[in-house]
């Protein structure tokens, strides 16, 4: 069964301080891998997505990171703001297959805080 | 551009009652999605339609219909509400490119069933 396991579950950091979440998956075939944020009471918002054949991709001071081999993600979240605060989810894509169920699997998500 | 819009935001049922939860979207994406999300469960897959006149069953239909009579609309039925449907519910929008799919979520509904 294809599932997506993130750690940890809950994480509490000072403001400035760099931290970061984990993703593993097996998810098999793999077409391509999402971290999204979710602020409290929003919908998740896409920061990065990563395919087969990319290691490492940054937005701002998100980056992510994948491991294929090891079926292993990180999301590293440098200089940490305020409001860095919210849930991540790690998604794991299917390749597409035109017809069949919509082929994600979702992590239950990290609950990150950052404390002032 | 208003992206993926729901209605309402918030709805308090009685166990029983039914009604509908309004999702629409406005970048012509053929495929679309409703999720709930409880705590600890993460988000999962109720409903999904790849295009007008298309639906089909997630991982949780159980209690829910849906319909898709045009491509900016996908409304969540719930039938006869039970208090285990107390959640919170995102619909999605996807757009389908180079063999990805990259979902626009909506704002959510927050439903509590008594």
């Known amino acids: 069964k294809n599932q997506v396991e993130q750690s940890p579950q809950s994480l509490i950091i000072l403001e400035g301080k760099n931290c970061t979440l984990q993703?593993?998956?097996?998810?098999?075939?793999?077409?391509?891998l999402r971290w999204y944020k979710q602020d409290t009471g929003r919908g998740p918002v896409s920061l990065t997505i990563m395919t087969f054949s990319e290691n490492t991709k940054s937005n701002g001071r998100y980056t992510a990171t994948l491991d294929a081999d090891t079926k292993q993600s990180s999301l590293h979240i440098t200089a940490s703001q305020l409001s860095d605060s919210a849930s991540y989810i790690c998604?794991?894509?299917?390749?597409?297959?035109?017809?069949?169920?919509?082929?994600?699997?979702f992590g239950k998500g990290t609950h990150l805080i950052i404390q002032p | 551009n208003a992206g993926v819009t729901q209605t309402p935001k918030f709805q308090v049922l009685k166990t029983g009652q039914s009604m509908t939860l309004q999702c629409a979207q406005d970048?012509?994406?053929?495929?679309m999605s409703w999720y709930r999300q409880d705590p600890g469960m993460g988000l999962r897959l109720i409903h999904y339609s790849v295009g007008a006149g298309i639906t089909d069953q997630g991982e949780v239909p159980n209690g829910y219909n849906v319909s898709r009579s045009t491509t900016e609309d996908f409304p969540l039925r719930l039938l006869s509400a039970a208090p285990s449907q107390t959640s919170v519910y995102f619909c999605?929008?996807?757009?389908?490119?180079?063999?990805?799919?990259?979902?626009?979520f909506g704002p959510g509904t927050r439903l509590t069933v008594l």
């Open positions: 993703c593993n998956y097996t998810v098999s075939p793999f077409s391509n």
């Open positions: 999605a929008s996807i757009l389908v490119a180079g063999g990805h799919r990259e979902q626009f």
């Open positions: 998604v794991v894509s299917a390749p597409y297959s035109g017809g069949g169920a919509d082929g994600l699997t």
């Open positions: 970048m012509n994406h053929e495929y």
